[in-house]
Every structure is written in C-alpha cells, then in structure tokens.
C-alpha cells in the first residue's frame, strides 16, 4: 500500500518560531508537493520538487521554504512563523506526470 | 496562475438523493482529476480522467471530462451516509510545471439520514 507520512498532526507554535513539517513517502515518487488548506479556498500549491534538490515555487511561496535532501523526504520550513500561517498543510508525491496525488493525513498548524 | 470554479459550494442532501458537481475553467486542461476528502484525512482519489469527452463510472460514482477540455462533472447515485465529506476537482496540464495540479475550493457534503 502506498504511505506518504507526515510528521506531526497538530502543532501549536508561538509568532517568530521556526517550524519544519516533514512529510516522507515509500514508493519512490519523483515528485513531491506541499499544499496549504484553507476553508472556502480549497488546496493552494506552496512549493514542489521533481527530484532530489531540486525545488519550484507554486502559487503561494511566501514565507515558506523546503528542503529534499533525499528523495523520499520533502521538508516545508516556516523560517519566522506568522498567524496569517495558521492553516491545514498537505504533503502529496506523485509519480512522473501520472496525475494522481497521494496525500498524507495532513499537519494542522496553529500559530499563536 | 489558473483558476477552477468548482460548484456548489455546498449541498445538504438526503440519502438517497442524487448528487452532482462541476468544475470550470478559462483555460484548458489534459487531465482531469476528482478527490474525496474525510473529515481529518488527506484526499483520496475518486476517479481520473485523461481525454476529452471521457465518462468513467467507479461504483455509484461518475464522471465526465468535458469535450471543451476547460470543465468536468462529478455524479454521486443513491447517496448514502459516509459520502459525507469534501470533494475536490484538480486541472492538470501535463507537460507543465512537472505536472502541477489545479484545483477546485470543494464541495461540501452533508448527507442526512
């Protein structure tokens, strides 16, 4: 069974922190994405990779960076997080151009 | 960057009932795609579509990628309690940004017993 696994659930954090989401896949996809989830704006592309050090902005790059250092690992780092940041985020991979996404359970951020 | 209308909103139906979606969009896409999404879980993948004009059922579910290339519907039959949940249409235009997906603000559905 495909697994793509995010770290942590919930995470509550204070305004200036700095915060990693990891999120870590098993089936040995190219790709990679991060998403953020809102109520009434749907799934907001923040970052993606297709491969191993390699990174591309998507719509909402803002105040976001990643890492892939390996392939099956895919960081979001909030480097100063703010309460505009609080929000639901998805991590999903993808083999080549297929279009299918599989997601992980997702990380509810609360920034305080 | 591209924008998908995806309606309605929300739906407050009884089982039973049949249920049906869309999405629009201004600009084209060769892939298609309509993910479900339960309450405290990431979407899972309902039905993929490829090529224009294509309807492919999965179950009670159906869908259609619209001969435009720029819309698609989803059709739920006799609904029942547990197709409570989100559902997202995603665009893809395959040969750019390595794929990246496009999608929809939901659909909400509550489906009284």
């Known amino acids: 069974d495909v697994k793509v696994t995010q770290s942590s659930r919930y995470l509550v954090k204070r305004t200036g922190e700095k915060v990693f989401l990891e999120c870590v896949q098993d089936?040995?996809?190219?790709?990679m994405f991060w998403y953020r989830q809102d109520p009434g704006l749907g799934l907001r592309l923040i970052y993606f990779?297709?491969?191993?050090?390699?990174?591309e902005k998507g719509d909402i790059p803002e105040g976001y960076s990643v890492s892939r250092e390996k392939k099956e690992r895919f960081s979001l780092i909030l480097e100063s997080a703010s309460t505009n940041q609080t929000s639901m985020y998805l991590c999903?991979?993808?083999?080549?151009?297929?279009?299918?996404?599989?997601f992980g359970e997702g990380s509810r951020l609360t920034v305080l | 960057g591209q924008q998908l209308n995806q309606s309605p909103q929300s739906m407050f139906i009884q089982e039973g009932e049949d249920v049906s979606m869309n999405c629009t969009s201004s600009s084209i896409f060769n892939t298609w795609l309509w993910y479900k999404q339960d309450p405290g879980e990431g979407p899972v993948l309902l039905i993929a579509?490829?090529?224009?004009?294509e309807l492919t059922s999965n179950g009670r579910l159906t869908a259609q990628f619209g001969t435009t290339r720029k819309d698609s519907f989803l059709n739920i039959s006799a609904s029942i309690p547990s197709d409570v949940g989100i559902y997202f249409c995603a665009g893809q235009l395959r040969n750019f940004g390595a794929g990246k997906s496009t999608f929809g603000d939901g659909t909400t559905l509550t489906v009284k017993p």
């Open positions: 089936m040995d996809h190219e790709n």
């Open positions: 990779s297709y491969d191993v050090k390699m990174k």
């Open positions: 999903a991979s993808r083999l080549g151009n297929t279009g299918e996404l599989f």
């Open positions: 579509l490829y090529k224009a004009g």
